[in-house]
């Protein structure tokens, strides 16, 4: 059983960037945890900082048989249709993740093309929501 996480631009600075708004821990760090915590699933991770790559990654993950897909993508949330696009056109399960509450920042924050398209959409619960959505996978598994 495997889930993919896949993190978009500048998600890689996390513990650095604006810790007021992203906090403080390593995604690296967090993520060990979180293998250690669903020792049973394999977590694949995969950060870019292109929206090309994003693409490439997630055509790539629809034929490999992932429970689902954990995917923040970041800034290119409110810009791309080609994101959306490839979503379109997947089975695989899909949970939109955000750290902050992108519903209460600034309003170009507020848009995301991908929201229509997912399985579900997590935001604002910091770190926690990238764990909310590996149980949210498992529980759907069952349905
Ligand atoms: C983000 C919110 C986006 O608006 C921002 O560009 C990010 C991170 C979040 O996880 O809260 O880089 O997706």
């Known amino acids: 059983m495997k889930i993919l996480i896949i993190n978009g631009p500048n998600l890689n600075l996390l513990g650095k960037r604006q810790p007021e708004i ?3 821990v390593t995604f690296e760090d967090f993520l060990k945890d979180l293998r250690k915590e669903y020792p049973g699933i394999k977590i694949n991770y995969y950060q870019t900082n292109h929206e090309g790559s994003i693409i490439d990654k997630l055509q790539e993950a629809e034929n490999e048989e992932y429970l689902g897909i954990i995917l923040n993508p970041a800034a290119y949330t409110h810009t791309s249709i080609a994101i959306a696009d490839t979503i379109l056109a997947m089975q695989t399960p899909i949970v ?3 750290i902050s509450d992108i519903s209460k920042r600034e309003g170009f924050r507020q848009i995301s093309y991908i929201a229509d398209y997912v399985t579900a959409r997590i935001m ?4 926690d929501g990238y764990r909310e959505a ?3 996978l498992l529980d759907i598994k069952d349905e």
């Not at 604002?124 to 770190?127: K, S």
């Open 22 to 24: 992203y906090g403080t």
């Open 96 to 98: 939109e993740v955000h």
């Open 124 to 127: 604002g619960r910091g770190l």
């Open 134 to 136: 590996v149980q949210f």
